[in-house]
Every structure is written in C-alpha cells, then in structure tokens.
C-alpha cells in the first residue's frame, strides 16, 4: 500500500513522500507499522515535522437529514527536525499505535464497508502539504472474532456497516464516532425486533459489546428500542460464546424497559452492563454477503472518498 505525491504546495522541485505500510490487515489497539520514504527536490530543505493522520469516513446526522465527511481520529508526529539534501533519498521508519477503538474494515478478508485511511503531512520550513490517502485495512480482535462467529451460528444477516459521529451516552467511549453494524435477525428472534444493531467499544482490559433492539409493538401497545451493554474480557477461555450471545439478545427481547441492566458474572466469565444505542458486525454471516454487488460497492466507496480527499487538501 503506497501513496505517492508531489507537493505541490511547497513549489516545483520541491521534496516528494512516498508513504509504505507494511502488508497485512492491522488489529484495533495493535501497532501501525511502515516507513515514509522521502526524496529530496533540486535545493536542500529542512524538514520540520512528519506527521501521520488516521482518517475515517463518518456519517452525521442533523436537522436537514444526513452528510458526509472525513474525520482526523488520531495523529503521530514520526520524524522531522533534520536537513533533506537536493536528490538526497531518506526512509523515516514508524511504528505507531492504533486506538482500541478503531473501527474493523474486514472480516475474513472481506470488506464491510468502512473507509479509513492514513495521510502523510509534511513541514518544510513553515510550509505545510498532505499528501494522498492510502487505504487502512482492520482486523477484528479475537474477542470481536468470537462475538461475530456466535451471531453467524445463531443465525443472524449482515445489513450494513457505518460509522456515526457522534457519542454513546453511559460507556466509556473515546473517539468522536462509533462503528454500527446493522443485523437482520435471526428467525428465533425476528417476532420481537425488526433489526438489531451492534457497536464494539474495545479498550485494553477488554470490550463494551452495545446492543440495539427494534422492538415489535405488541396487541396494546406501539415498538420501542431497548438498549443493552455487555462487557466481556479479552480472556476466550471456557466461555460458550453462542450461548452468552443469545442470552444478551433473548435478555434484550424479554425487557420491558428502554435499558437493560446487569452485574458481571463471576470469574473469568463475560459480564453484562448498562448500555445505549448503536451497531456492529457479523461473521459467518459476513462470508459471502459482502461478496459480488456488495463488495464491488465497497470498493467504488473506498476510491471516491480517497478521490474526494485528494481535492478537499
């Protein structure tokens, strides 16, 4: 994965940045590894930062209805303050690390529709330029793994997947947006919710697993939504994911009230919370959804936004 660019803004002869990740999907809270690669111009300049950008696509929505945009989530000075040569060639080596929230753009494999990217800006004395943005490609944690495989066995379809700016009240959430995964339900539990919705909140001792039913109105009464969270280690040993899973859907479809409350289960066990509303993914039910049409989609996605960040800088 390379981005290459002259920059423009620094003048004609000026240094070009070629930014090189190092291959493979990368894992939430795990590190960001590559070099920048810079190549010097007809003059000598000095280099006052190198920076890196993590960017992701989000929705907003308002009075008028929804937008796009792109959104700066983290930043990681990784070089400067040296003198770059006329012709001379410089390889500036990183290893960064990834917020534990950070949204998961693959299963399997497979893409989910989630664009995120990473932008190189350069300081040449007093000079500021961005440079392209190059594809972030995320793999779920084991524990996220864990929880997607059990809804894939409970039977549960993937919809959709976003990220919603905004933030979910009662966790402990820390970046400016959340990944919602949309789920169609599974035939034991379509009588009581039209759609449910998922978010992973991960931080290093573990993850807040936030759950959204769209409950069916009954002979009395209209729908409403009932939220859930449900916090579990990074500890898979002995627990029986799809049988935790359907407990946290069946808790949510028998609650009479808007929010579902729990104390942790003892031991090593996952234990349930308290939650708000939002959505996350699913696993076997990603193989072959986001195959075909969808995944052609995700790809047409992931060019127009980098496209459009190119004449936005």
């Not at 534990?100 to 995120?116: A, D, K, M, S």
């Not at 190059?134 to 379809?157: I, N, S, W």
């Amino acid at each position: 994965m390379v981005f290459k660019r002259l920059l423009g803004s620094l003048g004609v002869g000026g240094p070009t940045v070629d930014t090189v990740l190092d291959p493979g999907a990368v894992l939430p809270g795990g590190t960001l590894s590559g070099e920048v690669r810079l190549a010097g111009g007809s003059a000598a300049v000095d280099i006052d930062h190198i920076t890196l950008e993590l960017v992701a696509r989000v929705e907003a929505e308002h009075e008028d209805g929804e937008s796009e945009g792109s959104v700066v989530f983290e930043r990681f000075t990784v070089g400067g303050g040296f003198r770059l040569g006329g012709g001379e060639q410089r390889a500036v080596r990183f290893d960064v690390p990834l917020p534990w929230e950070t949204p998961v753009t693959e299963l399997y494999g497979q893409p989910l529709g989630i664009t995120l990217g990473v932008r190189t800006e350069l300081a040449v004395t007093g000079a500021r330029d961005k440079g392209d943005l190059d594809p972030l490609a995320v793999r779920p944690l084991p524990v996220q793994e864990a929880v997607l495989e059990a809804l894939g066995q409970l039977g549960f379809g993937f919809r959709s997947a976003d990220l919603e700016y905004g933030r979910i009240g009662g966790t402990g959430q820390r970046l400016p947006f959340y990944q919602e995964i949309e789920l169609t339900p599974a035939p034991q539990y379509a009588y009581g919710a039209g759609e449910f919705e998922l978010t992973f909140l991960a931080h290093p001792g573990g993850m807040e697993v936030v759950v959204e039913a769209d409950k069916r109105g009954g002979f009395l009464g209209g729908g409403h939504d009932v939220l859930g969270r449900f916090t579990v280690s990074h500890d898979l040993t002995g627990v029986d994911w799809t049988t935790l899973v359907d407990g946290w859907f069946r808790q949510l479809l028998e609650s009479r009230t808007a929010a579902v409350y729990a104390e942790p289960h003892p031991g090593s066990h996952p234990g349930t919370g308290m939650g708000t509303a939002v959505a996350a993914g699913a696993a076997g039910l990603a193989v072959g959804v986001v195959g075909g049409m969808v995944a052609a989609e995700v790809v047409d996605e992931v060019g127009d936004f980098f496209e459009d960040g190119e004449e936005e800088d």
